[in-house]
């Protein structure tokens, strides 16, 4: 089983762009990186999956190191609401729901 | 489009009562998930289903019972509460793990 590991906190300022790093050194070849989103009082949200180099939709990128011993999260612009704890996890898409694991997350705090 | 529906939001249960939360998705999503997250922790499955029929236990299985008579709809069941059962309960589905998980709005359960 691949575990993750990431910051426990981060504080960033209104504007900026944040990159969240989560480190997975047992990945397995058939293993894709999912991140989630989580308010307080909420279910997570998906945000972005991949499997290499890098992925983009209109949330969030993903940068995803060719060893993919690793994986980066990035937010562009980040904004007050964007406060919310970051989930990443490491898993066969085709294999069991045990294999995905949500660790502590990552707290991102937004500031003005 | 409802997506993942969980009821009840709130319920205190007395210890050795026994419950039902319900939920239900109108995604067609064969994949269907329960887990727990206890304050300021990640989340931990407790159950989860591939199918209507099949089910089998996550990381946390100890106290509940599920079914999955339907696509729709996964209940899980709590037994002989106690005050360890004290948690936030999330539901989700998925159509594949490939796709992310769509969770639910959550349950607050307190056990006194």
């Known amino acids: 089983l691949a575990k993750t590991t990431q910051p426990i906190s981060m504080d960033s300022y209104e504007g900026q762009e944040v990159n969240i790093t989560c480190s997975h050194n047992?990945?397995?070849?058939?293993?894709?990186i999912t991140w989630y989103q989580q308010f307080p009082s909420q279910g997570p949200r998906f945000i972005i999956q991949?499997?290499?180099t890098k992925v983009t939709n209109e949330v969030a990128s993903l940068f995803i190191p060719a060893d993919r011993k690793s994986s980066t999260l990035s937010l562009p612009r980040v904004s007050l609401s964007d406060t919310a704890v970051y989930y990443c996890?490491?898993?066969?898409?085709?294999?069991?729901?045990?294999?995905?694991?949500f660790g502590s997350g990552t707290q991102l705090t937004v500031l003005p | 489009n409802a997506g993942v529906t969980q009821t009840p939001k709130f319920r205190i249960l007395k210890i050795g009562q026994s419950m039902t939360l319900q939920c239900t998705q109108d995604?067609?999503?064969?994949?269907m998930y329960w887990y727990r997250q206890d304050p300021g922790m990640g989340l931990k499955l407790i159950y989860y289903?591939?199918?209507?029929?099949?089910?089998d236990k996550g990381e946390v299985p100890n106290g509940y019972n599920v079914s999955r008579s339907t696509t729709e709809d996964f209940p899980l069941r709590l037994e002989l509460a106690a005050p360890s059962q004290t948690s936030v309960y999330f539901c989700?589905?998925?159509?594949?793990?490939?796709?992310?998980?769509?969770f639910g709005s959550g349950t607050r359960l307190t056990v006194v």
């Open positions: 989700a589905s998925s159509s594949g793990t490939v796709y992310g998980y769509t």
């Open positions: 047992n990945i397995a070849t058939n293993d894709y």
């Open positions: 991949g499997y290499k």
């Open positions: 996890l490491v898993g066969d898409p085709w294999g069991s729901a045990r294999q995905l694991t």
């Open positions: 995604m067609n999503h064969n994949y």
């Open positions: 289903s591939v199918g209507a029929g099949i089910t």
